[in-house]
């Protein structure tokens, strides 16, 4: 239905900055919210941040200050420009986009395959 195409992840040292993208197609009429997710080795899935299609944000507080979401909403992409990184932010990291399918009317939501980030020391 709607496909999601992640890049940008790597091996970092602390203090660095990586840029995530994930660009969805597909049978879209329109994109609601878009967000990142990780997880870390041997620990749950949470939230990184989230992003409306008005380009209102919201930040775990783990990454406010340090990481900045956005979107390209012509390119159906969102972006994660993360800076100052730490070691506690590797993890695997997942886009996530909730849609309006183009050919019904219900809300869908999809997710990206994960890209591995490691922050060394």
């Known amino acids: 239905q709607v496909q999601l195409v992640e890049s940008g992840g790597g091996l970092v040292q602390a203090g660095g900055s990586l840029r995530l993208s994930c660009a969805a197609s597909?049978?879209?009429?329109?994109?609601?919210?878009m967000g990142w997710y990780r997880q870390a080795l041997g620990k749950q899935r949470e939230l990184v941040a989230t992003i409306t299609s008005g380009g209102r944000t919201n930040y775990a507080d783990s990454v406010k200050g340090r990481f900045t979401i956005s979107r390209d909403n012509a390119k159906n992409t969102v972006y994660l420009q993360m800076n100052a990184m730490k070691p506690e932010d590797t993890a695997v990291y997942y886009c996530t986009v909730n849609y309006d399918d183009s050919g019904s009317v219900f809300t869908r939501s999809s997710w990206g395959q994960g890209t591995q980030v490691t922050v060394s020391s």
């Open positions: 597909g049978s879209i009429r329109s994109i609601n919210v």
